[in-house]
């Protein structure tokens, strides 16, 4: 899984931990998200997304 976080997070000026905070999840989450080495629930992912203020999709890309 690819993720466009820490790209939506650099143009909301979010540290990791911010966003780990604003979303409810430890840091240690967010890093792995970005990483695409964890596969977020789908409220995990809305969360997220709406605190980035895009869409699932323009975040998560899932690859075969």
Request: net charge positive.
């Amino acid at each position: 899984m690819k993720t466009r976080i820490k790209e939506f997070r650099a143009k909301y000026d979010l540290t990791q931990e911010q966003l780990a905070q604003k979303v409810g999840v430890r840091r240690e989450t967010i890093v792995f998200l970005e990483a695409g080495k964890y596969n977020p629930s789908l409220k995990l992912a809305h969360d997220v997304a709406k605190t980035l203020k895009t869409k699932i999709d323009e975040l998560f890309t899932f690859e075969k």
